[in-house]
């Protein structure tokens, strides 16, 4: 696609309920980041993927958080039973590789937790 | 770990007046990139410095990234309303994997 594209742009979950965050990255793009933005703050490294897999899973912040990505493409990142702390922006990004490559970002998906 | 620090956190300035954020990273960076974030928006790459003490011009803002390429500035001449928004840097580790930003720097312009 000529973007990177996240879906859903919003969403409205209880407390305790699932959700799934899809990313789906720019074509050709083999590294894909996830990172989570609460309301006025920075952006969290949350996860990164080089084509599938994931060799840094540090900033996931609980094992409730997963992420996974198929076929080096689209990846959702998912989040079991949600916490009002959850509620932030999850932005997703994408580039041509690790190392040195301009890393372009998606809308994000605006969570809230009630 | 590597972390990534910018001052100020925030800056209020006049129209018309000039505007600097800085970029000090804990460990050297392969390469440092420059990403403003609109209100609402969603960050958007502005720049990329590679070399130890390179400068780039961008219209009225200048990027300059430090000798020893741990640090980064950016610079904003007579900032506009236009100019408003978060101004993040962000760079890669030597080993080229581990990318980390800034926590930011939030401008507002008075018109």
């Known amino acids: 696609g000529a973007g990177v594209s996240q879906s859903p742009s919003n969403k409205v979950t209880e407390k305790g309920k699932d959700v799934e965050l899809r990313c789906d990255p720019i074509?050709?793009?083999?590294?894909l980041y996830w990172y989570r933005q609460s309301l006025g703050q920075g952006l969290e490294f949350l996860i990164y993927?080089?084509?599938?897999?994931?060799?840094?899973k540090s900033g996931l912040p609980s094992d409730r958080f997963s992420a996974e990505r198929t076929g080096g493409s689209v990846s959702t990142l998912t989040i079991q039973r949600t916490q009002q702390e959850d509620s932030a922006v999850y932005l997703c990004?994408?580039?041509?590789?690790?190392?040195?490559?301009?890393?372009?970002f998606g809308e994000g998906s605006w969570l809230t937790v009630v | 770990g590597q972390q990534v620090m910018q001052i100020p956190q925030y800056q209020h300035v006049q129209e018309g007046e000039d505007f600097t954020t800085y970029c000090n990273s804990s460990?050297?960076?392969?390469?440092i990139q420059w990403y403003k974030q609109r209100p609402g928006g969603h960050p958007v790459f502005l720049i990329q410095?590679?070399?130890?003490?390179e400068v780039k011009k961008q219209k009225r803002l200048t990027f300059q990234f430090g000798e020893a390429k741990k640090n980064s500035s950016l610079h904003i001449t007579a900032t506009q309303t236009t100019d408003v928004g978060t101004y993040f840097c962000?760079?890669?580790?030597?080993?080229?994997?581990?990318?980390?930003f800034g926590p930011g720097t939030r401008l507002s312009v008075l018109p």
């Open positions: 990004a994408s580039s041509l590789m690790t190392g040195y490559n301009t890393i372009y």
């Open positions: 074509s050709g793009h083999t590294a």
């Open positions: 993927f080089q084509g599938n897999s994931a060799p840094d």
């Open positions: 460990t050297t960076l392969s390469n």
């Open positions: 410095l590679v070399k130890s003490g």
């Open positions: 962000a760079g890669f580790d030597n080993d080229g994997q581990n990318f980390v």
